[in-house]
């Protein structure tokens, strides 16, 4: 044990780690009793392991009531206690969020083992961490008589009444099952059942309802729902459960547990009607492992429910038992997280962004923040509204979120009185030690005070016309069009992104140069740029130039969508301008057709067809189209679609869970170029659901309607179905 070196424990350290304890009790309660945290788990662990790491250098400051002291949170007065016949042990988290955190438990688990390197990978189980909460479900004679919550590991809550209303928990085992069985799993909330449940609460609300309040997540709406104290409202919230271990077994005959694997014992429990992951898979050695995390970390964001990083088991059970456990921790598991996903940091200003339709956005300047694998300097705020709602303000600490490509946002302020005291509190000898690793400690920057409330600029901060407001609408917008040099920016850059015309190279600092330098002022100028004009820019070689030049070359050669779609028109996204290609096969037709003409594209409706017409009408816009085709741009046109159907026109598919080897994106993409649509929800227009591993309340709504359900292999059947001999290859 390490004893303090310099200093004899200084009263200040024994404030702070006071301050620290309360804080954490606070977090913990609003989490655990409340179901309503109000920080980031992120900020939760980073005080936790600051308040660890210092008991560890000063043991004689530990406390019996320190939260380090305990597992878990406290069962409720309201719910009996159940004692766990077998305690419910918590994993070793392993936070290095790099391949090396699954590398280094294979080496622990190697060198506890005595292996060397000529000895055999060892098997592992891999199983996502599932975000919910830990259940315990105990059968007696193949019937469910009690699930109990986790609790503090020892003892925990009995929420049998709730459980049993969770469909996919059975209630009665088949005769193989042993004479007392403990399951233990996560009951969770799919992330749709999420979206559904808040709606509802949200219009529970706006009809004036007492009492109710929207959830912050799922696993915090299935806290919630599982210790509702009336199981009629707990019914109503929609839980799932998944099965990942064993408790209490023992068998009639006093034979205990026979598995020889955990895997085996997971392939058990399935059959005896359990919920099991289908993404738990076996892994060989660290590098299935580094795999398995790399490969669930990329679909993270596309599951129909919310992990947090993965769970890594030694999979023989006679290994398991040899390892045994750490304190309260079995040494053969660990929980690898991914990164962070939520985070705190602190507003230093609000500036106002203009977008390509004069859109002003409100958008908070941060202190870098590393949140969901990348470091976070600006989040939008979206509209005044949603700014004021928030009521985000300059110096204020806030939670930011990005999840997979999303861009970042403010979540929420964070009141004061959430937080541990300001940096200046914290006694001096800290420094070096927490302090390094604690950017922000209190609500806001020292020395600046809390900005006024957010209102939008009536003028365009950019080229100062008038921002206006339409009825209805949420946002203000510069009325300055094209006069407006942040519109014009932006729309030459939504013109030259991959997805348009594509023009590799030129980005927004180029963009930027060119315009405010006045070389170019107009789409067209882009492609009467020479070799000079480029050369004399700002950190631009003779060589960048003409790597500019070759690619501006190369988008010359495009196809009509695209061009389409990086002129720009309001509403009209990629899926519309594809199908407005397809429909019309040329460019003149498109910008002839009357509302009603294009009405009777499939993806277009009113507000899309007056958006075209209203683009097309305005005789500047036909000019840029004009002057582009006399640039050079060009593309195939063909006749319209009338006379080229295409296989799955007219049909529309929903996606659901995981497909073995197509990606959601590339799912959508094979079935819109081949004419189908693909829509969010379920419903008795679908033609059909593509349904891939944990699907959930899609695929058993598509089975309440009657319809037509395929999984990957079926879809790409159908979408190799021989085609008319006239049509295009798709
Ligand atoms: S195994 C002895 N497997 O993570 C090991 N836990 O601290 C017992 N969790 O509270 C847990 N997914 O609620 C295990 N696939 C998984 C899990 C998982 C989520 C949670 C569980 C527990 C915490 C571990």
């Given amino acids: 044990m390490t004893t303090p070196d310099l200093f004899a424990t200084p009263p200040e350290l024994a404030r702070h780690l006071q301050q620290l304890r309360q804080t954490l009790h606070g977090h913990a309660h609003r989490y655990y009793v409340q179901d309503a945290p109000t920080v980031p788990d992120a900020e939760y662990d980073r005080l936790f392991q600051e308040l660890q790491a210092l008991e560890a250098r000063y043991p004689e400051l530990v406390t019996p009531d320190s939260p380090t002291q305990r597992v878990g949170g406290r069962a409720l007065e309201q719910f009996a206690p159940v004692r766990h016949a077998v305690p419910m042990l918590s994993i070793r988290t392993e936070t290095d969020t790099q391949a090396s955190g699954a590398q280094n438990f294979d080496a622990r688990i190697r060198r506890e083992l005595g292996l060397t390197e000529m000895d055999e990978p060892v098997t592992y189980v891999a199983e996502p961490k599932f975000d919910g909460l830990a259940m ?51 009951v969770y909330m799919r992330r749709d059942d999420f979206e559904a449940l808040n709606e509802r609460q949200r219009q529970k609300i706006a009809a004036g309802a007492k009492g109710e309040r929207t959830f912050v997540n799922p696993r915090n709406a299935a806290a919630g729902a599982v210790r509702q104290l009336d199981p009629a409202i707990a019914a109503q919230r929609p839980l799932s459960f998944f099965a990942y271990g064993l ?259 030129l980005g927004d600092k180029l963009v ?86 294009l009405l009777e594209v499939a993806d277009v409706g009113p507000i899309v067809a007056k958006s075209l017409r209203t683009f097309f009408d305005q005789p500047h816009n036909r000019e840029v189209v004009e002057q582009l085709r006399a640039c050079g741009v060009t593309w195939p046109e063909g006749p319209p679609a009338a006379r080229t159907p295409t296989p799955l026109g007219g049909n529309t598919f929903v996606l659901t869970g995981t497909l073995p080897t197509l990606g959601r994106e590339q799912a959508k993409a094979l079935i819109e170029a081949a004419g189908g649509k693909v829509a969010g929800s379920v419903s008795k227009k679908t033609s059909y659901v593509v349904a891939g591993a944990e699907a959930g309340s899609k695929l058993d709504r598509a089975r309440e309607l009657g319809l037509t359900v395929l999984d990957e292999a079926a879809l790409l059947a159908l979408l190799q179905v021989p085609v008319a001999s006239d049509a295009p290859g798709v």
């Fill in 136 to 186: 315990s479900l105990r059968y007696e004679q193949g019937v469910l008589v009690q699930a109990a919550t986790r609790g503090d590991g020892e003892t925990g809550e009995d929420v049998t009444q709730n459980i049993r209303t969770i469909g996919q928990i059975p209630l009665k085992l088949p005769g193989a099952a042993p004479a007392v069985l403990e399951v233990r799993g996560e």
């Fill in 247 to 505: 408790g209490e077994v023992t068998h009639a005959d006093a034979r205990g547990p026979d598995f020889a694997s955990h895997l085996d014992l997971l392939q058990t429990l399935k059959i005896w009607g359990f919920p099991i992951s289908a993404l738990i898979q076996r892994a060989l050695g660290a590098i299935e492992l580094v795999a398995y995390y790399e490969s669930i970390g990329r679909a993270r964001d596309s599951l129909g429910f919310d992990i947090d990083g993965v769970v890594y088991k030694v999979d023989s059970l006679a290994l398991q038992r040899r390892l045994g456990f750490v304190s309260r921790e079995p040494r053969w598991a660990v929980a690898h997280k991914f990164p962070a996903q939520e985070m705190l940091t602190t507003v230093l200003a609000i500036d106002v962004q203009v977008g390509r339709t004069g859109k002003l956005t409100p958008v908070a300047k941060l202190a870098p923040v590393f949140v969901g694998g990348v470091t976070v300097t600006h989040a939008t705020l979206h509209n005044e509204d949603e700014a004021r709602r928030k009521d985000v303000r300059v110096g204020d600490t806030v939670i930011v979120r990005r999840a997979g490509d999303v861009i970042p946002e403010v979540v929420s302020v964070v009141l004061p009185a959430a937080l541990p005291q300001a940096v200046d509190d914290a006694p001096e000898a800290l420094t070096g030690l927490a302090l390094a690793a604690t950017p922000s400690l209190g609500h806001g920057l020292p020395g600046i005070a809390r900005g006024p409330v957010f209102t939008m600029p009536k003028t365009c901060p950019v080229c100062g016309s008038v921002a206006l407001r339409e009825e209805g609408e949420a946002d203000y917008r510069c009325t300055g069009g094209l006069f407006c040099s942040a519109q014009r920016k932006q729309s030459i850059l939504h013109f030259a992104q991959r997805r348009a015309v594509e023009v590799e190279g």
């Fill in 512 to 597: 930027d140069q060119l315009v405010d330098g006045g070389i170019i002022h107009t789409l067209p100028d882009l492609y009467r740029l020479g070799l000079t004009a480029l050369a004399n820019l700002d950190r631009m070689a003779d060589k960048s130039a003409q790597n500019i030049l070759d690619a501006l070359q190369k988008s010359r050669q495009t196809t009509l969508p695209r061009f389409l779609f990086g002129l720009g028109v309001r509403h009209v996204g990629e899926a519309t301008a594809k199908a407005l290609a397809r429909h019309f096969g040329q460019l003149d037709a498109i910008m002839d057709a009357s509302e009603d003409q």
